[in-house]
């Protein structure tokens, strides 16, 4: 140990010798003396740190502190300078992933996290409706499970028949309100074997209206078309209350179906006055038959179109 400090001593008093015959100030160049670490620009640079954090080399002989930080909503960085603790670093608590009631539907959306813990999320579109539409009304084409996107498909609103301006709608029965009584319109399509068999088995026009309900005919026309063969026989034809023989409107000759070789029209306007037992009339359908013997041979079509009122008694 006193051989090291002798040393010691013997340099020290050399490098003032030194220093004294140049006549100058100790050069910058240091001298160390083994085993001591040599001059050094890193140490030299973190030596001359000021700061606390985490020390990175920025360059040559250039040094830093850094503080590790998060993302807010993300990424949580607890002592990310390293000074009272290790740094240690946290995924926020994650957030959900959504539907919509009765519009789409999620499976695995809770608590969804990023990196490792990663959830696969589905998202599905509800269980589809349908668009419907009114009978008699509104028809819907392809409205059964209506779905959006890739699925998507076709969905047709139509009503049953145009209704436009310039259409030409045609109605099995009208209903239109007049006075107490609703004036009703009604369209009855008679074959060949209806025309051949209605003088045995009368033909029903309007159904019976319910207890204590009258039929007012107002008008009967019937459109026949010429089938190519006349009828040959049958009488008058008539519209009558049940299977009373009263008659609900006037009678037409049977010369329309037996008479000519082309269509024809005939045409009844109400039927004047008449009475008969209220049971007979009252609550009966009307129906169409004829006098004398049933037609026979042709092979023509008639439609019978009545306007009609139903009468509370």
């Known amino acids: 140990m006193s051989a090291i400090k002798d040393r010691h001593a013997a340099s020290t008093v050399l490098w003032v010798i030194i220093c004294l015959l140049f006549a100058a100030a100790p050069p910058a160049l240091s001298l160390y003396i083994p085993p001591a670490q040599p001059p050094d620009a890193d140490l030299t640079a973190l030596a001359g740190l000021s700061t606390t954090g985490l020390v990175t080399r920025t360059g040559s002989a250039t ?54 813990d990663a959830v696969d999320v589905t998202l599905d579109v509800s269980t589809a409706g349908d668009i419907l539409g009114t ?6 084409t392809g409205g059964d499970n209506v779905l959006p996107g890739a699925d998507a498909v076709d969905v047709t609103l139509a009503l049953p028949q145009d209704i436009h301006t310039g259409a030409s709608p045609t109605f099995v029965n009208v209903n239109l309100t007049q006075n107490a009584a609703t004036l009703q319109y009604r369209s009855v399509s008679l074959n060949t074997a209806a025309i051949t068999g209605m003088f045995a088995t ?17 008008a009967v026309v019937i459109d026949y078309t010429y089938g190519g063969t006349a009828f040959t026989g049958g009488g008058t034809i008539s519209f009558v209350y049940g299977t009373s023989g ?24 109400a039927n004047g006055n ?37 009468m509370d008694l």
Do not use: C, H
């Not at 009978?135 to 819907?140: E, M």
């Not at 179906?257 to 024809?264: E, K, L, P, S």
């Open 202 to 218: 009368p033909v029903e026009l309007i159904p019976a209206p319910g207890a204590n309900k009258f039929i007012v005919v107002e």
């Open 274 to 310: 008449n009475s008969n037992t209220r049971t007979s009339v009252v609550n009966q359908a009307v129906n169409i038959t004829n006098a004398t013997g049933a037609f026979a041979t042709g092979n023509g079509s008639a439609v019978v179109k009545l306007v009609y009122r139903v």
């Open 135 to 140: 009978s008699n009304q509104v028809t819907v």
């Open 246 to 269: 009263s008659n609900a409107s006037g009678t037409m000759g049977g010369a329309l179906f037996t008479t000519g070789t082309t269509d024809r029209l005939g045409w009844s306007i």
């Open 63 to 116: 040094y830093a502190t850094r503080t590790l930080t998060g993302t807010a909503d993300r990424l949580t960085v607890t002592q990310g300078d390293g000074v009272a603790g290790d740094p240690t670093a946290d995924v926020n608590t994650a957030g959900d992933v959504l539907g919509t009631a009765n519009r789409l539907t999620v499976t695995g959306g809770s608590n969804v996290l990023v990196g490792a």
